[in-house]
T-cell receptor
Framework: EAGVAQSPRYKIIEKRQSVAFWCNPI?????LYWYQQILGQGPKLLIQ????????DSQLPKDRFSAERLKGVDSTLKIQPAKLEDSAVYLC?????????????FGPGTRLTVT | KNEVEQSPQNLTAQEGEFITINCSYS?????LHWLQQHPGGGIVSLFM???GKKKHGRLIATINIQEKHSSLHITASHPRDSAVYIC?????????FGTGTRLQVFP
């Protein structure tokens, strides 16, 4: 079974530039999560999708971050414009069910550096 | 105070040593997860517990719901066990992560 795929693995941009990350979850997983992990901290949930609908985006900085999962499969997270404090690893995860007690499968992450 | 606290924050061990990482939480939960994160960022789920004890290879996870405490044990540690170990808990509506324990095992 293929795991959660993410790209790119690394990205370096200047502040005020835009960036987009892509995630393809495990086949059949209806729920997809985007997390932000700042160095030395645990992951922080940015947004949770159930199929192509948003379940929770309460911690997504909506003035600069956006995410979509148009066909209920793969997803894109965008930052526009980026700030220095956006430097972090962006993790995508998927699970069979929206209940967060279900096991989540994580992708390798995208390490973003904003200079 | 964080809702999930892990100790120690950093741990150094010699190959072969028995290792214990602790996790305490302050909220009611339906499950607790132990995750492993290697350099480069990818996270692997090790265990999901709601009671008692689970074992997988050299890894053992225990949970005491009454005391709101869990431990992850690694027997006969090996340099490839070097990683960050993260405890995460599931109250009904969210997943709360600890800040992780960085483990380094030297040959």
């Amino acid at each position: 079974e293929a795991g959660v795929a993410q790209s790119p693995r690394y990205k370096i941009i200047e502040k005020r530039q835009s960036v987009a990350f892509w995630c393809n979850p495990i086949s059949g997983h209806a729920t997809l999560y985007w997390y932000q992990q700042i160095l030395g901290q645990g992951p922080k949930l940015l947004i949770q999708f159930q199929n192509n609908g948003v379940v929770d985006d309460s911690q997504l900085p909506k003035d600069r971050f956006s995410a979509e999962r148009l066909k209920g499969v793969d997803s894109t997270l965008k930052i526009q414009p980026a700030k220095l404090e956006d430097s972090a690893v962006y993790l995508c995860a998927s699970s069979l069910h929206f209940d967060r007690t279900y096991e989540q499968y994580f992708g390798p992450g995208t390490r973003l550096t904003v200079t | 105070k964080n809702e999930v606290e892990q100790s120690p924050q950093n741990l150094t061990a010699q190959e072969g040593e028995f290792i214990t990482i602790n996790c305490s939480y302050s909220v009611g939960i339906s499950a607790l997860h132990w995750l492993q994160q290697h350099p480069g960022g990818g996270i692997v789920s090790l265990f999901m517990l709601s009671s008692g004890k689970k074992k997988h290879g050299r890894l053992i996870a225990t949970i005491n719901i009454q005391e709101k405490h869990s431990s992850l044990h690694i027997t006969a540690s090996h340099p490839r066990d070097s990683a960050v170990y993260i405890c995460a808990v599931s109250p009904p509506d969210k997943l709360i992560f600890g800040t992780g324990t960085r483990l380094q095992v030297f040959p």
